[in-house]
């Protein structure tokens, strides 16, 4: 069973830097793509960076040139550098692994992490 763990989050003052990883296991293959996604209170969960096993990235507007990506496939990792934080990043942070073989599609949640920016 493929295992999704999160590490890193927590107290961050707002202009500060930040850095989450995340690690699949329990599979041979590395992940098709390596995702963060937030959710903050009252809110959806949202994409907030994308990564493909071949290095395409995807961001959302709101972290465009403050967040970085990055991947390890060897090590099945996914990396989020974060600079110059804002309160409004505040969230639980998910991490998602997707395996998409020949059509057998499935996705893993990691369990989250939370990121607070506040003074």
């Known amino acids: 069973q493929v295992q999704v763990v999160e590490c890193g989050g927590g107290l961050v003052q707002p202009g500060g830097s930040q850095r989450l990883s995340c690690a699949a296991s329990?599979?041979?293959?590395?992940?098709?793509?390596m995702g963060w996604y937030r959710q903050a209170p009252g809110k959806q969960r949202d994409l907030v960076a994308l990564?493909?096993?071949?290095?395409?990235?995807e961001y959302a507007d709101s972290v465009k040139g403050r967040f970085t990506i990055s991947r390890d496939n060897a090590k099945k990792t996914v990396y989020l550098q974060m600079n110059s934080l804002k309160p409004d990043d505040t969230a639980v942070y998910y991490c998602?692994?997707?395996?998409?073989?020949?059509?057998?599609?499935?996705?893993?949640w990691g369990q989250g992490t939370q990121v607070t920016v506040s003074s």
């Open positions: 998602k692994a997707v395996f998409d073989r020949f059509g057998d599609y499935r996705e893993y």
């Open positions: 329990g599979s041979i293959f590395s992940p098709n793509s």
């Open positions: 990564i493909t096993r071949q290095g395409a990235t």
